[in-house]
């Protein structure tokens, strides 16, 4: 069974432009989550998606948005890319809100981004 | 903002030796989920304790949870150099939310 896959693995970018991050979940799983472990700061929650609906994001600006397809394949757009968004961006998949609640997260290799 | 807190932030112990990991978290939660990460990858799940458990195991892990204490440990025992990694605690609150909410993290280093 194929895991969680991201990409790009890196992605560098300048301060203003715009980053969109790709992850696509475990076959079989329809929610896929997202978030940022910045230096110091930790891992910390950024959106779930699930069955192509935001359900829930995190305290972050609006300028950090996604969207999921229906393949549940999913987008992480950031905008207006500012130099405290260099951290590595996880995605996590799961099985579903119709699914167990107790469940795990899968989560993929991330995508390092690079703000110079 | 991070739930709670690990303890240590860093180990460093002699293959063969068990190796014991602490959580603390803030609030109420559905369930606690221990987490490694290898040197700035991705995340691969342990194992998940659900709030009425209060001792699960697999393989050489072994997990605890007090929630009158909000406090979870993590043993590895007969540790490997393959151990070493970061290790994670998260929890899920209530309710109906999948959000994960991470400690700060404990750095194992197991030497050959």
């Known amino acids: 069974e194929a895991g969680v896959t991201q990409s790009p693995t890196h992605l560098i970018k300048t301060r203003g432009q715009q980053a969109t991050l790709r992850c696509s979940p475990i076959s079989g799983h329809t929610s896929v989550y997202w978030y940022q472990q910045a230096l110091g700061l930790g891992l910390q929650f950024l959106l779930w998606y699930d069955e192509g609906e935001e359900r829930n994001r995190g305290n972050f600006p609006p300028r950090f948005s996604g969207r999921q397809f229906p393949n549940y394949s999913s987008e992480l757009n950031v905008n207006a890319l500012e130099l405290e968004d260099s951290a590595l961006y996880l995605c996590?998949?799961?099985?579903?809100?119709?699914?167990?609640?107790?469940?795990?997260?899968?989560f993929g290799d991330g995508t390092r981004l690079s703000i110079l | 903002s991070q739930q709670g807190e690990e303890d240590p932030q860093a180990l460093s112990i002699q293959e063969g030796e068990n190796a014991t990991m602490n959580c603390s978290y803030k609030?109420?939660?559905?369930?606690l989920q221990w987490y490694r990460q290898n040197s700035g990858r991705g995340l691969v799940h342990l194992i998940l304790i659900r709030s009425n458990e209060r001792e699960k195991h697999s393989g050489r892990l072994r997990v605890t949870l007090d929630t009158s204490k909000k406090s979870s440990s993590l043993l590895i025992t007969a540790s490997r150099a393959a151990d070493t990694a970061s290790y994670f605690c998260a929890t899920i609150g209530f309710p109906g939310r999948r959000a994960l909410t991470f400690g700060s993290g404990t750095r194992l280093q197991v030497q050959p």
């Open positions: 996590a998949s799961s099985y579903g809100t119709g699914g167990k609640s107790n469940q795990p997260q899968h």
């Open positions: 609030t109420s939660i559905n369930n």
